[in-house]
């Protein structure tokens, strides 16, 4: 979580210094306040050399650090700091902000609420504390820290875009809407509040708006990230406007300038499928206990597969929680890998029974927080479809329900997304034909292996027939028929997904095809799925 950066002034805590100190100090302020990090780096270390317990020279020393991405080292000198000046909001709010980065996400909020109790005039600890709630998913708080920053600054357009992603997250679409368009109103070439109001999906573009990112998008000297957000927006407003030949060139240029910023190798991915079905080329020994895990419904699937709605639906019982998109099994898998010094799989087949049990008990006890309103909740993360051997062995009690989508529909969808993270596969499609490959042949797999274990279940058999299909579901999770499941558009329930938020929230639609627009630009990605069996 990047910050907003304090003013780099000298504070009253920084006085009794040598005069040699305080100008070095004054020279580290003017350094910073440039962003010659260097300069100010050299001009601290003179300081700290003549007063190492200086908590100003400290605090600006863990900014600097922070600012090179060196959170461990930022988090040092600002405790340092605080224990010279404990009451300095500032230094909480650069402390929490370091925290935050470090991954001590209880530490950091504790952090970022006293700056906000020792200056509760100041805008920018308001800012940060609700920026960090909002990326914890925890949306209304964030909402009250926010609009608290817009309070003291109505023109703090950060904390506006911050509270719209807020909204969004709770279904508060219209207001999301609303303060979207007041980011762009106030900034029009904010690339951040175009890709957010595009990537609600349920929002349409005019031709004004496509005419206002065309601009933006072909302006020179953008930088990277700034284009490539642009990008996705300008699609999807050429999309609204009909213009599908046009959206198919920009979706080339903007995922063509994201693929060069990441690294992705189909052949790695590929010899990890092959080594994953070679070590569950078999049932596991599973725990004893054949209950153990039924309290999880696991959700596995690629991206734009329609997880979410699925998700959407199972959490409308009242019996349910929704999960989203948590991490807790793969960090099980990677603390055990750890653990034995080989990655997942290669230990696989030197696990014993007790061993599959202890990672099954690890994962229910990290899952705790999710029962604790509910009996059962649901896990979706995007990677467990590469796991669910580790499932079968670790939880015997629990269902997985493999979500899929039409082929062409999936691949093209994932290129037409920017994703926040991961998904380095779905920007070229050809790499993204691939992908869709090694799920398919690891999701038959899995099927032919646990065949009474895992519901295969078709998005376009649940648009088509809801009601038998949702019914479906429930009794496969042994969950009694609700009529909310029916409804799941009016669940009130958080959804962590920006990029389906919005169109969970609507009711289902029969047709939600988009590459039948694309006609002849998707015909070389139909040709390859078809010839890999995948259409």
Same mark, same amino acid.
């Given at each position: 979580?990047?910050?907003?950066?304090?003013?780099?002034?000298?504070?009253?805590? =920084?006085?009794?210094?040598?005069?040699?100190?305080?100008?070095?100090?004054?020279?580290?302020?003017?350094?910073?306040?440039?962003?010659?990090?260097?300069?100010?780096? /050299?001009?601290?270390?003179?300081?700290?050399?003549?007063?190492?317990?200086?908590?100003?020279?400290?605090?600006?020393?863990?900014?600097?650090?922070?600012?090179?991405?060196?959170?461990?080292?930022?988090?040092?000198?600002?405790?340092?700091?605080?224990?010279?000046?404990?009451?300095?909001?500032?230094?909480?709010?650069?402390?929490?902000?370091?925290?935050?980065?470090?991954?001590?996400?209880?530490?950091?909020?504790?952090?970022?609420?006293?700056?906000?109790?020792? =200056?509760?005039?100041?805008?920018?600890?308001?800012?940060?504390?609700?920026?960090?709630?909002?990326?914890?998913?925890?949306?209304?708080?964030?909402?009250?820290?926010?609009?608290?920053?817009?309070?003291?600054?109505?023109?703090?357009?950060?904390?506006?875009?911050?509270?719209?992603?807020?909204?969004?997250?709770?279904?508060?679409?219209?207001?999301?809407?609303?303060?979207?368009?007041?980011?762009?109103? /106030?900034?029009?070439?904010?690339?951040?509040?175009?890709?957010?109001?595009?990537?609600?999906?349920?929002?349409?573009?005019?031709?004004?708006?496509?005419?206002?990112?065309?601009?933006?998008?072909?302006?020179?000297?953008?930088?990277?990230?700034?284009?490539?957000?642009?990008?996705?927006?300008?699609?999807?407003?050429?999309?609204?406007?009909?213009?599908?030949?046009?959206?198919?060139?920009?979706?080339?240029?903007?995922?063509?300038?994201?693929?060069?910023?990441?690294?992705?190798?189909?052949?790695?991915?590929? =010899?990890?499928?092959?080594?994953?079905?070679?070590?569950?080329?078999?049932?596991?020994?599973?725990?004893?206990?054949?209950?153990?895990?039924?309290?999880?419904?696991?959700?596995?699937?690629?991206? /734009?597969?329609?997880?979410?709605?699925?998700?959407?639906?199972?959490?409308?019982?009242?019996?349910?929680?929704?999960?989203?998109?948590?991490?807790?099994?793969?960090?099980?898998?990677?603390?055990?890998?750890?653990?034995?010094?080989?990655?997942?799989?290669?230990?696989?087949?030197?696990?014993?029974?007790?061993?599959?049990?202890?990672?099954?008990?690890?994962?229910?006890?990290?899952?705790?927080?999710?029962?604790?309103?509910?009996?059962?909740?649901?896990?979706?993360?995007?990677?467990?479809?590469?796991?669910?051997?580790?499932?079968?062995?670790?939880?015997?009690?629990?269902?997985?329900?493999?979500?899929?989508?039409?082929?062409?529909?999936?691949?093209?969808?994932?290129?037409?997304?920017?994703?926040?993270?991961?998904?380095?596969?779905?920007?070229?499609?050809?790499?993204?034909?691939?992908?869709?490959?090694?799920?398919?042949?690891?999701?038959?797999?899995?099927?032919?292996?646990?065949?009474?274990?895992?519901?295969?279940?078709?998005?376009?058999?649940?648009?088509?027939?809801?009601?038998?299909?949702?019914?479906?579901?429930?009794?496969?999770?042994?969950?009694?028929?609700?009529? =909310?499941?029916?409804?799941?558009?009016?669940?009130?329930?958080?959804?962590?997904?920006?990029?389906?938020?919005?169109?969970?929230?609507?009711?289902?639609?029969?047709?939600?095809?988009?590459?039948? /627009?694309?006609?002849?630009?998707?015909?070389?990605?139909?040709?390859?799925?078809?010839?890999?069996?995948?259409?």
């Amino acid at each position: 979580m990047k910050g907003t950066p304090s003013r780099p002034t000298i504070h009253a805590a =920084a006085g009794g210094l040598s005069p040699t100190a305080t100008r070095l100090l004054n020279a580290a302020a003017k350094a910073l306040g440039h962003m010659q990090l260097d300069d100010a780096e /050299r001009a601290l270390f003179g300081v700290l050399a003549l007063a190492p317990d200086c908590a100003e020279a400290n605090r600006l020393m863990g900014v600097v650090s922070q600012m090179r991405g060196d959170n461990a080292k930022a988090v040092d000198f600002l405790q340092h700091a605080l224990a010279a000046n404990p009451d300095d909001a500032t230094t909480h709010m650069n402390l929490g902000t370091a925290l935050f980065e470090a991954g001590a996400i209880e530490a950091a909020l504790a952090n970022l609420r006293r700056a906000c109790e020792l =200056a509760p005039r100041v805008a920018s600890g308001w800012y940060n504390l609700g920026k960090a709630l909002k990326l914890q998913f925890q949306y209304e708080d964030a909402c009250d820290a926010l609009r608290q920053a817009l309070k003291l600054d109505p023109n703090h357009v950060l904390s506006l875009l911050s509270l719209a992603d807020a909204q969004t997250g709770l279904g508060d679409i219209a207001n999301a809407t609303h303060n979207y368009r007041e980011v762009l109103r /106030r900034q029009p070439e904010q690339a951040q509040a175009w890709f957010s109001l595009s990537n609600l999906k349920t929002e349409p573009f005019t031709a004004s708006d496509a005419a206002r990112l065309q601009r933006a998008f072909r302006q020179s000297g953008a930088p990277a990230d700034a284009r490539i957000m642009l990008g996705f927006a300008l699609a999807k407003a050429l999309e609204d406007q009909g213009d599908y030949p046009s959206a198919f060139d920009v979706l080339q240029q903007a995922n063509a300038l994201k693929r060069r910023t990441l690294r992705w190798d189909a052949d790695a991915e590929h =010899a990890r499928v092959d080594a994953i079905m070679q070590a569950f080329s078999k049932p596991m020994p599973t725990a004893p206990d054949a209950t153990l895990g039924s309290e999880v419904i696991f959700i596995v699937s690629l991206p /734009r597969s329609g997880s979410t709605l699925t998700e959407q639906i199972i959490a409308s019982h009242p019996e349910v929680a929704g999960a989203n998109e948590i991490t807790d099994l793969p960090q099980v898998l990677e603390d055990e890998s750890k653990r034995r010094g080989q990655p997942f799989p290669q230990w696989t087949n030197s696990a014993t029974v007790e061993d599959w049990a202890r990672l099954g008990r690890d994962y229910l006890a990290r899952t705790e927080r999710w029962r604790s309103e509910h009996p059962r909740f649901t896990d979706k993360n995007l990677v467990t479809w590469q796991l669910v051997g580790a499932i079968m062995a670790m939880l015997p009690g629990a269902r997985v329900i493999n979500c899929h989508r039409d082929a062409l529909e999936t691949c093209f969808a994932c290129y037409r997304q920017l994703f926040s993270s991961g998904a380095h596969f779905s920007y070229d499609l050809a790499e993204m034909a691939s992908h869709y490959g090694e799920y398919a042949r690891l999701s038959h797999h899995w099927q032919m292996l646990y065949p009474q274990r895992i519901l295969d279940h078709s998005h376009e058999s649940l648009l088509a027939d809801p009601e038998t299909r949702i019914r479906r579901l429930l009794d496969f999770c042994g969950l009694t028929f609700d009529a =909310a499941c029916l409804a799941p558009h009016l669940s009130t329930r958080t959804v962590r997904s920006t990029a389906s938020a919005a169109q969970v929230r609507q009711p289902l639609r029969a047709n939600t095809l988009n590459s039948d /627009r694309y006609g002849e630009q998707l015909a070389p990605l139909q040709a390859r799925l078809r010839d890999a069996g995948l259409l």
